[in-house]
């Protein structure tokens, strides 16, 4: 079947972001690449079922989803012990879904924290960010710094902190819904997804 000019187009435009958010999922290139590869061989083989005019990158991540969580699933079932039988875990309420979620959720998260990283660096704001990095990195287990603290490493008034810390935060959060609406076919879903992620993270807290 030869493949529409205009929909080949647009699965190419999305192969970049496809790719590094890949890498953030699997935290290694050649994984990645693999992952990749099958979602476009996926989505070439059901190439019938997009309908033109919707959300090309939402329906190839939802294809790249669905294959990282088969993938992942699998590879949790198949623990082999030093016996050589396979155990199924994970028990109790950490489930391998919830894994999943977490890890999908830190991509996420990451990959926005990285968006926002660029953004401040085309403004020659690196050093910005970095003192501001800590108020939107979950991952960081350090005690958040004072206002006072912010304003002296920032040199700049403890008001001109409070707005800085904030704008940034806005700014992050405008970022991460941004993610979060590639990942989703319809935008009324983005608060629903950010609710399950968040409760994903929460349960696999410090178990990852």
Not at 88 to 104: F, V
Not at 107 to 132: C, M, N
Not at 142 to 170: C, D, M, N, W
Request: charged letters at 30%.
């Amino acid at each position: 079947m030869k493949l529409d000019p205009a929909i080949r187009d647009q699965v190419l435009a999305t192969v970049p972001s496809l790719r590094a958010f890949a890498i953030s999922l699997c935290g290694n290139i050649d994984r990645a690449d693999d992952l990749v590869q099958e979602t476009l061989l996926r989505a070439l083989a059901h190439i019938d079922s997009f309908q033109p005019g919707t959300n090309m990158p939402a329906w190839l991540f939802t294809i790249l989803r669905n294959l990282f969580r088969s993938e992942y699933r699998k590879r949790r079932r198949e623990v082999e012990d030093a016996e050589g039988r396979y155990l199924l875990e994970p028990s109790n309420d950490l489930t391998a879904e919830k894994i999943y979620d977490a890890r999908w959720a830190i991509a996420l998260l990451g990959h926005a924290v990285d968006r926002l990283r660029h953004r401040y660096a085309q403004t020659g704001e690196e050093s910005r960010f970095e003192v501001l990095k800590i108020f939107i990195d979950m991952a960081d287990g350090r005690a958040l710094p004072s206002y006072e603290q912010v304003a002296e490493s920032l040199r700049v008034s403890i008001g001109a902190a409070k707005t800085l810390i904030h704008r940034f935060r806005k700014q992050y959060a405008v970022i991460l819904r941004e993610e979060i609406g590639r990942t989703v076919s319809d935008p009324a879903e983005i608060e629903e997804e950010i609710h399950a992620l968040c409760d994903a993270l929460i349960v696999t807290e410090g178990r990852l």
